[in-house]
C-alpha cells in the first residue's frame, strides 16, 4: 500500500522517518518496558471488556494486552495503512486476533464503532506530535467512545521538569515538530482531558527515559 504524499497525520517517527524501524527506535530511545509495563497494570485489563488504542502503530500495547487478557475485545485504531500492515504481521505472529480500524483518532467512525462501546480507552506517544486542535478532538473522540464509568489512560511525553529532561526532549521535538510538542512539555495535557470531560484526571507516574520523560495519565469518564 502506498502512503499519500501529504497525509494529514504525522506518521509514527515523524514525516521523514522510515516506520520499518519504528519498533527498534522506541525500545532503544524510551525505555519502552518500563512505561508499557506501567501503562498495563493501570489498565488493568478483564475479559470480556471492550479496549480501544487510538494512534496503535504498530500495535505493541495492543497485543501486550490480548496476551494479557485473551478475552479482550482489543480495537486498533490508526490512520496510517502502512504501520497496520506490520501491526497485523506482529498481531498474527504473537497469535493475537486484534481488530482493526484505519482511521485519525478523531475521525467520525460510528459505522464501526459506536459511541458509547468502549470500556477503555488508550494512547500512547500520539498526543505529542498532533496539533492543539486535533489534540482535543482526540480527546472528545476518547470521550465519546467511552460508556459511562469508563477510564481513559495517556501514556506520552508530559511536563518536562528538569533542564535535563527538556534537552533530551528536543530529540522528539525536532523530529515531530517544535510546535505541535510544546503543550504536551509544558505539562498542558491534563487541562485538555478536563476540557474534554473527563472527572478524575491524575498524572499516575513518569518515566525518565532519553528523549524526555513520559507520562501516564489517567482520566474517568463519569457516571450521568
Ligand atoms: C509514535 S507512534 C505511537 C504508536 C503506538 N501508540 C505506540 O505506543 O508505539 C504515533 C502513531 O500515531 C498515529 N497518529 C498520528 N496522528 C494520528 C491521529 N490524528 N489520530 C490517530 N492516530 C494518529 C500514527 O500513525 C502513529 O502510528
Redesign the pocket.
Known amino acids: 500500500m502506498t502512503k499519500s504524499p501529504t497525509p494529514?497525520?504525522?506518521?509514527?517517527?515523524g514525516p521523514r522517518g522510515s516506520?520499518g524501524l519504528?519498533d527498534h527506535v522506541?525500545a532503544l530511545l524510551t525505555r519502552?518496558k518500563q512505561w508499557?509495563a506501567k501503562l498495563l497494570a493501570a489498565l488493568a485489563p478483564e475479559n470480556g471488556e471492550t479496549i480501544v488504542?487510538?494512534?496503535?502503530?504498530?500495535?505493541?500495547?495492543a497485543i501486550l494486552i490480548k496476551t494479557k487478557r485473551p478475552g479482550v475485545r482489543m480495537i486498533a485504531?490508526?490512520?496510517?495503512p502502512d504501520?497496520r500492515l506490520i501491526a497485523e504481521k506482529k498481531a498474527a505472529k504473537a497469535g493475537t486476533d486484534l481488530e482493526f480500524i484505519t482511521?485519525?483518532?478523531?475521525?467520525e467512525i460510528d459505522d464501526q464503532l459506536a459511541p458509547g462501546t468502549a470500556d477503555k480507552v488508550l494512547?500512547?506517544?500520539?498526543l505529542h506530535?498532533?496539533p492543539i486542535p486535533?489534540k482535543k478532538s482526540?480527546l472528545a473522540s476518547a470521550f465519546r467512545l467511552l460508556k459511562p464509568g469508563g477510564m481513559l489512560l495517556i501514556?506520552d511525553y508530559g511536563r518536562q521538569r528538569s533542564v535535563f529532561m527538556k534537552l533530551a526532549f528536543n530529540l522528539v521535538r525536532l523530529t515531530d515538530g517544535f510546535d505541535d510538542t510544546r503543550a504536551n512539555k509544558d505539562g498542558r495535557l491534563p487541562d485538555f482531558m478536563l476540557n474534554a470531560g473527563f472527572s478524575n484526571v491524575q498524572e499516575r507516574s513518569v518515566t525518565l527515559t532519553p528523549t524526555g520523560s513520559i507520562s501516564l495519565y489517567t482520566a474517568t469518564k463519569q457516571e450521568a
Open positions: 494529514d497525520f504525522t506518521p509514527a517517527l516506520i519504528y522506541i519502552e508499557r488504542d487510538i494512534g496503535a502503530g504498530t500495535a505493541s500495547m485504531l490508526d490512520p496510517d504501520i482511521a485519525l483518532g478523531d475521525a494512547t500512547s506517544l500520539v506530535q498532533c486535533v482526540i501514556a
